[in-house]
């Protein structure tokens, strides 16, 4: 399909005297090679089974940026982003090429966002052939005008079993995930966990897009009978994926989204939904979806059946699927929407105090966007059941390249244009922290997004938290009234202050990293 591009890039990329390339082959090619390979194995429902060794998750610490003169002064420098000189760069892909010699590798022309305006293509050459099925079910297919329209593309080279040495590199471990926004060129050495791919390639729209006016968002987004388009923001595990995928509205996507002057629009042409403890009766579109042509990741087969075992997390926490957005059955397959009229940020508060719903002002959205709360239950296994509250702004910090504030006045922007109303949900705990309380019940969260969405909520009267600010509706279809006020679900009420107090100061703590928004949006959180 792209062959003469494709191979002008190979050599391009110093990539030369390779065993078989094997160019865009389709997902039973892919299976076969992947299956004669022993890559992995097939489950019960016909999707290919993959398990990543040692890394599970991503490896945020190995993550580099080449640092060149321009890069270097947009870039948000810290925890997730850090320099790489371009002389450890150059060693790394001189490494990298005299190991792929005479090693078969698979190529894919794809590429990402679903706008017209402002689509970027992408090849992806892996060493895996599982790999390579993975992001063909992820990106969006590739087509004519991607290779003709003259746009120039990223290519992802994803070597898992190279592995880089630190004393030669200049690397952190034998991982490294690399970005070089100047050669458009990201590499990923040392880690099977393909979730990095789809991740990189995300990194790299958040540097790309804001400087041609669109905000990229870590968010879900569907939309309603009326064309009426919901986003999704939350980290993982806080019911983004589950939310978003609504019997009764048609899904646009489940993660990666820009929201430019034409509207929403998809970054991807796949989900990639956690799995763990999944369940055909709270999840029947994601349950379905799952069949020949999906791929799983560390997801446990029961021996014998090999049916897959969801509430088996020995291998880890974060077992994934990934498959093509139209395996899900009622999905906008053009990755298009209009302009939101709601947004929704999710939270799992596993200390209990946040309200189930609130509705929000510009600037406690500003706030609870910058601030990207959810709680991550620490280490159960080992005895440990103290709670840790996590900030990621922009509920996605993992993936900025640029400083937060930049995202957060493109957000403010929009809302204002838009006149788009927003809401903070908790799909985490009620009448107690975790331990003692219980998980809101998930069909109690699915009736206070329609009401949000549809604007229900907007003739209710409000009650205001004293300790976080926070508009609370007193009333909501289809959910019990005393479930709305988080501290008349607790027993113990002086506890519940102290709790909410807590959060309070960790939320004040963590804000204080902000320089750029205004003191308005300082003073939208909590009291």
Same mark, same amino acid.
């Given at each position: 399909?792209?062959?003469?591009?494709?191979?002008?890039?190979?050599?391009?990329?110093?990539?030369?005297?390779?065993?078989?390339?094997?160019?865009?082959?389709?997902?039973?090619?892919?299976?076969?090679?992947?299956?004669?390979?022993?890559?992995?194995?097939?489950?019960?429902?016909?999707?290919?089974?993959?398990?990543?060794?040692?890394?599970?998750?991503?490896?945020?610490?190995?993550?580099?940026?080449?640092?060149?003169?321009?890069?270097?002064?947009?870039?948000?420098?810290?925890?997730?982003?850090?320099?790489?000189?371009?002389?450890?760069?150059?060693?790394?892909?001189?490494?990298?090429?005299?190991?792929?010699?005479?090693?078969?590798?698979?190529?894919?022309?794809?590429?990402?966002?679903?706008?017209?305006?402002?689509?970027?293509?992408?090849?992806?050459?892996?060493?895996?052939?599982?790999?390579?099925?993975?992001?063909?079910?992820?990106?969006?297919?590739?087509?004519?005008?991607?290779?003709?329209?003259?746009?120039?593309?990223?290519?992802?080279?994803?070597?898992?079993?190279?592995?880089?040495?630190?004393?030669?590199?200049?690397?952190?471990?034998?991982?490294?995930?690399?970005?070089?926004?100047?050669?458009?060129?990201?590499?990923?050495?040392?880690?099977?966990?393909?979730?990095?791919?789809?991740?990189?390639?995300?990194?790299?729209?958040?540097?790309?897009?804001?400087?041609?006016?669109?905000?990229?968002?870590?968010?879900?987004?569907?939309?309603?009978?009326?064309?009426?388009?919901?986003?999704?923001?939350?980290?993982?595990?806080?019911?983004?994926?589950?939310?978003?995928?609504?019997?009764?509205?048609?899904?646009?996507?489940?993660?990666?989204?820009?929201?430019? %002057? @034409?509207? *929403?629009?998809?970054?991807? /042409? +796949?989900?990639?939904?956690?799995? &763990?403890? =999944? $369940?055909?009766?709270?999840?029947?579109?994601?349950?379905?979806?799952?069949?020949?042509?999906?791929?799983?990741?560390?997801?446990?087969?029961?021996?014998?059946?090999?049916?897959?075992?969801?509430?088996?997390?020995?291998?880890?926490?974060?077992?994934?699927?990934?498959?093509?957005?139209?395996?899900? %059955? @009622?999905? *906008?397959?053009?990755?298009? /929407? +209009?302009?939101?009229?709601?947004? &929704?940020? =999710? $939270?799992?508060?596993?200390?209990?105090?946040?309200?189930?719903?609130?509705?929000?002002?510009?600037?406690?959205?500003?706030?609870?966007?910058?601030?990207?709360?959810?709680?991550?239950?620490?280490?159960?296994?080992?005895?440990?059941?103290?709670?840790?509250?996590?900030?990621?702004?922009?509920?996605?910090?993992?993936?900025?390249?640029?400083?937060? /504030?930049?995202?957060?006045?493109?957000?403010?922007?929009?809302?204002?244009?838009?006149?788009?109303?927003?809401?903070?949900?908790?799909?985490?705990?009620?009448?107690?922290?975790?331990?003692?309380?219980?998980?809101?019940?998930?069909?109690?969260?699915?009736?206070?997004?329609?009401?949000?969405?549809?604007?229900?909520?907007?003739?209710?009267?409000?009650?205001?938290?004293?300790?976080?600010?926070?508009?609370?509706?007193?009333?909501?279809?289809?959910?019990?009234?005393?479930?709305?006020?988080?501290?008349?679900?607790?027993?113990?009420?002086?506890?519940?202050?102290?709790?909410?107090?807590?959060?309070?100061?960790?939320?004040?703590?963590?804000?204080?990293?902000?320089?750029?928004?205004?003191?308005?949006?300082?003073?939208?959180?909590?009291?």
């Amino acid at each position: 399909m792209a062959m003469m591009m494709s191979r002008k890039a190979l050599e391009e990329y110093g990539l030369v005297n390779l065993g078989d390339i094997n160019w865009n082959l389709s997902p039973p090619e892919l299976l076969e090679h992947a299956l004669a390979r022993r890559e992995g194995e097939l489950a019960s429902n016909g999707a290919f089974a993959a398990t990543t060794g040692s890394h599970t998750g991503r490896s945020p610490k190995d993550k580099f940026i080449v640092s060149s003169e321009e890069s270097a002064a947009k870039i948000w420098w810290g925890e997730y982003n850090h320099p790489m000189s371009q002389e450890n760069f150059d060693a790394v892909r001189s490494s990298l090429s005299a190991y792929l010699q005479g090693r078969d590798v698979y190529v894919l022309d794809a590429a990402a966002g679903a706008d017209p305006d402002y689509r970027m293509p992408i090849q992806v050459i892996t060493e895996l052939a599982w790999h390579n099925l993975f992001a063909r079910q992820l990106f969006l297919r590739s087509n004519k005008s991607d290779l003709t329209n003259g746009r120039p593309g990223f290519t992802i080279l994803c070597v898992p079993n190279f592995h880089t040495d630190p004393r030669v590199h200049g690397t952190r471990s034998a991982v490294a995930i690399i970005i070089d926004f100047d050669e458009r060129l990201v590499l990923i050495c040392g880690t099977q966990y393909a979730g990095e791919m789809k991740k990189s390639i995300f990194t790299v729209l958040n540097f790309i897009l804001p400087a041609q006016g669109v905000l990229p968002m870590h968010c879900s987004a569907n939309v309603g009978p009326g064309g009426d388009v919901a986003l999704f923001f939350g980290l993982s595990g806080t019911g983004k994926t589950s939310l978003s995928a609504d019997p009764g509205r048609r899904l646009i996507g489940d993660d990666e989204h820009g929201w430019g %002057d @034409n509207g *929403i629009f998809n970054f991807e /042409g +796949g989900c990639y939904a956690k799995c &763990i403890n =999944l $369940s055909q009766k709270y999840e029947p579109q994601i349950w379905n979806a799952i069949r020949f042509g999906a791929v799983y990741e560390n997801v446990v087969l029961k021996k014998g059946t090999r049916e897959p075992d969801y509430s088996d997390d020995s291998l880890t926490e974060n077992t994934r699927a990934a498959y093509p957005v139209d395996y899900i %059955d @009622n999905v *906008i397959e053009s990755g298009l /929407g +209009g302009h939101p009229k709601a947004v &929704i940020f =999710l $939270s799992a508060d596993s200390f209990g105090v946040l309200p189930p719903i609130s509705v929000l002002t510009t600037e406690q959205a500003m706030y609870y966007f910058l601030s990207g709360y959810t709680s991550k239950l620490a280490g159960t296994e080992a005895g440990v059941t103290t709670p840790q509250a996590t900030f990621s702004s922009c509920f996605g910090a993992a993936f900025l390249p640029l400083q937060p /504030g930049e995202y957060a006045n493109l957000l403010r922007e929009r809302i204002e244009k838009y006149k788009v109303r927003c809401y903070l949900i908790n799909t985490g705990w009620t009448g107690g922290p975790f331990g003692i309380g219980e998980r809101i019940n998930i069909n109690y969260t699915r009736s206070m997004v329609r009401a949000a969405i549809g604007g229900d909520l907007d003739r209710v009267e409000m009650v205001t938290d004293p300790i976080f600010g926070l508009r609370m509706p007193t009333l909501c279809p289809d959910v019990p009234d005393d479930v709305l006020i988080p501290r008349n679900t607790w027993q113990d009420k002086e506890a519940y202050d102290m709790q909410a107090a807590d959060l309070a100061a960790r939320f004040k703590k963590n804000f204080q990293q902000f320089a750029l928004p205004g003191d308005e949006v300082r003073n939208a959180g909590p009291r």
